[in-house]
T-cell receptor, first 113, second 114 residues
Framework: TQLLEQSPQFLSIQEGENLTVYCNSSSVFSSLQWYRQEPGEGPVLLVT?????EVKKLKRLTFQFGDARKDSSLHITAAQPGDTGLYLC?????????????FGQGTILTVHP | NAGVMQNPRHLVRRRGQEARLRCSPM?????VYWYRQLPEEGLKFMVYLQKENIIDESGMPKERFSAEFPKEGPSILRIQQVVRGDSAAYFC????????????FGPGTRLTVL
């Protein structure tokens, strides 16, 4: 059973399009992180959200944490080929010991020029 | 401002040999975490360490795997008598004091067991 479900698993779009990636759970999370990973490299931290309803923006990326802290979304505006990569959500479920992050399976994004 | 460093980046071992993976956290970070990424699977937590202490090893296999973070030097993940199923990418992450959820990852060590 996957604690964090990401959707879609694969996303192939054209440059300039908008997209949203979802991260859902039946559990409440104390915090949630989004990472981007390229082949052969480690995950790069994009954002941490901790408050229900929180919205954070990073240039063309908008991250939202659900009011109940059970879900999150990543929205990319006007996608560019450089956005191509594996996007991972991760978090610490309530009641889980500190430092132990659970990861989703990831969304593989391909942006075609 | 160097990030998390891991070495070696690639490691090849034959079945039965030992593998030692090293991790140096970011400057000022006192928490180290190890994760494993198996082919076609997501990242899985293995262990959380502070200097000279194992805080949570609930994700570590019961046998052959051990980890340490000594007072001086890098954190070491040690796998004894490796088997083919140990082939994976092993990632180390670190976090600053008081912020265990915000973890910064290294580039990983890709272990191949022949």
């Amino acid at each position: 059973t996957q604690l964090l479900e990401q959707s879609p698993q694969f996303l192939s779009i054209q440059e300039g399009e908008n997209l949203t990636v979802y991260c859902n759970s039946s559990s409440v999370f104390s915090s949630l992180q989004w990472y981007r990973q390229e082949p052969g490299e480690g995950p790069v931290l994009l954002v941490t959200v901790v408050t229900g309803g929180e919205v954070k923006k990073l240039k063309r990326l908008t991250f939202q944490f659900g009011d109940a802290r059970k879900d999150s979304s990543l929205h990319i505006t006007a996608a560019q080929p450089g956005d191509t990569g594996l996007y991972l959500c991760a978090g610490r479920a309530g009641g889980t010991s500190y430092g132990k992050l659970t990861f989703g399976q990831g969304t593989i994004l391909t942006v075609h020029p | 401002n160097a990030g998390v460093m891991q070495n070696p980046r690639h490691l090849v071992r034959r079945r039965g040999q030992e593998a030692r993976l090293r991790c140096s956290p970011m400057k000022g970070h006192s928490h180290v975490y190890w994760y494993r990424q198996l082919p076609e699977e997501g990242l899985k937590f293995m262990v959380y360490l502070q200097k000279e202490n194992i805080i949570d090893e609930s994700g570590m296999p019961k046998e052959r795997f051990s980890a340490e973070f000594p007072k001086e030097g890098p954190s070491i993940l040690r796998i004894q008598q490796v088997v083919r199923g140990d082939s994976a990418a092993y990632f180390c992450a670190s976090s600053p004091p008081g912020s265990t959820d915000t973890q910064y990852f290294g580039p990983g060590t890709r272990l191949t067991v022949l």
